[in-house]
């Protein structure tokens, strides 16, 4: 069974700095990679995700996947007070039914 | 567009008793559709996932059930609520079975007591 694991839990960071989020997964046949972010009380909304090595940049966020080290990252440049929330991982299983794995998330705070 | 609805937005429920949760998606035809539960302070657990109507796959087993009687509607329920069934209850919808992007809807706040 996929084991999602994140590091740190939480994490508080002050305006413009650079954010680092870790994601370890145990099974490297899995496909899909994404990040999601949580406001308090909200939904989970998606970030970005990534399918194979590498790397991928959209705008302020950048995800890091390397399948062999069965890890994966989101680094946010210039972090902002608005992206205090709480970042989920997210990795696929497709072992008879599809599912979708998520870790318990780090809680991100960006100090003004 | 696509829009996805659920209800109630919260629930207070007392143990023992029976729970219907909604979820509608509009704008989509034949969305794949899940049910997410997340307890308080928990991680975000995948319950059942449906890609075509009357067809449900269970993937936790929490004493809950679920049914798709129309393309867009995705039902959660149970005849006996427990108390450990408090949470976080998230609809959501991709357009293809595997390996896509979930969009939630915005959930409903279910406390048993």
């Known amino acids: 069974q996929q084991k999602v694991q994140q590091s740190p839990e939480s994490l508080i960071v002050p305006e413009g700095a650079m954010t680092s989020l870790n994601c370890t997964f145990s099974d490297s046949a899995s496909q899909y990679f994404a990040w999601y972010r949580q406001h308090s009380g909200k939904a989970p909304k998606a970030l970005m995700s990534?399918?194979?090595?590498g790397e991928k940049e959209e705008g302020r966020f950048t995800i890091h996947l390397n399948k062999a080290s069965l890890h994966f990252s989101l680094h946010i440049r210039d972090s902002q007070p608005s992206d205090s929330a709480l970042y989920l991982c997210?990795?696929?299983?497709?072992?008879?039914?599809?599912?979708?794995?998520f870790g318990s998330g780090t809680q991100l705070t960006v100090m003004p | 567009a696509q829009t996805i609805h659920q209800w109630p937005v919260a629930e207070i429920k007392a143990v023992g008793s029976p729970l219907s949760l909604g979820c509608t998606i509009k704008g989509k035809s034949s969305p794949n559709l899940y049910w997410y539960w997340q307890a308080t302070g928990g991680t975000l657990q995948q319950l059942f996932y449906?890609?075509?109507?009357?067809?449900v796959e269970s993937v936790v087993q929490l004493n809950l059930s679920a049914s798709r009687p129309k393309d867009d509607q995705f039902i959660l329920s149970t005849e006996k609520l427990l108390l450990s069934h408090s949470g976080f209850y998230l609809c959501a919808w991709s357009p293809r079975p595997r390996a896509e992007t979930l969009y939630f809807g915005s959930g409903t706040r279910l406390t048993v007591l």
């Open positions: 990534i399918f194979s090595n």
């Open positions: 449906s890609i075509t109507v009357g067809q």
């Open positions: 997210a990795v696929s299983i497709s072992s008879g039914s599809w599912q979708l794995i």
